[in-house]
């Protein structure tokens, strides 16, 4: 009986894992369709918005346990915010499935910063496979004009810091995940309506907030705040390198609805890039023949 149960928690963490790919997906779909003057700006108000109201009920038993003085509370979360930020401006500038591809590299560059700070070793073969997903990136984002090419930079900096808060984490085990999740909607939402007040935002509300722009917004918030939660029930199932599967499976869905409901310009070379991106980073995630012992 035991077993059954464990094998039914696996297969609903799978099936979570790919609901979380979705929402990943339709929300940075959704940020592209929003008006051009504040996209990202009113998407990242949003997220805060809304992921405050929803996050508050749920942390609302562990409140006490919010304060200013955890530094690595905060330098993750910042961190985290200055992601959000970059990957929502992204996604208004390139193709959503290309800027989370670019990301799906996240394991790679966590790695990298544990072989300099825990000393740790990793096996030849996690390197090529290293290297093969970085070409694939490099495939992806080749066709991109001269001045995308700053987005795309700025998409590598913004993975490598969010592989750092991934890493900070190991260090906020005696702080409860709603916890962490409600301190980092209240720094997105102070942030964002900074830049939101700064952009403009407040003499635009009329053209923001239409009946598609509403619609737009809801989704971006409501499914970003339910990606959050269903990525830590995944983490809890599966483990928390497992969760980068999650973005893999984003990559996929927003590639078909970048062909089916907007006619993204992917072609052969697309695929291929694709493909050397996410079957690596696949391999990296689940192979049990990726990192040496330390000694």
Sequence with gaps: MEEVSKEQSKISGYIL?????FLLALVFEATSELDRDLDWQSAALSRGLIGTIIGVPIAWRYLKQITCFNKILAIRNVLTTAYLFAIYF???KILPADAI???STQPIWIAVISIFCFGYRYFFRFWVAGVVAAVGVGILVSAKPPDDMLVVGLVFLATIARGVTVILLRYLKDVQPSII?????????????????FSGGHQKLDTILDVKGITLLLIIGVGATFFQILQAKVAIIHGSITTAVIVIVAVIFSYVMD??????????MHTLGLFMVV???FWLVFSKHVQKPIE
């Design 90 to 92: 992204a996604v208004s």
């Design 17 to 21: 894992m790919s609901l979380s790919g």
């Design 259 to 268: 062909i089916f409901l907007r006619h993204g310009p992917v072609d052969s």
């Design 101 to 103: 591809a670019i990301t």
């Design 279 to 281: 079957f690596p980073t």
């Design 181 to 197: 999740a409600l301190h980092f909607s209240l720094i997105v939402l102070v942030a964002s309506s900074i830049v939101f007040f």
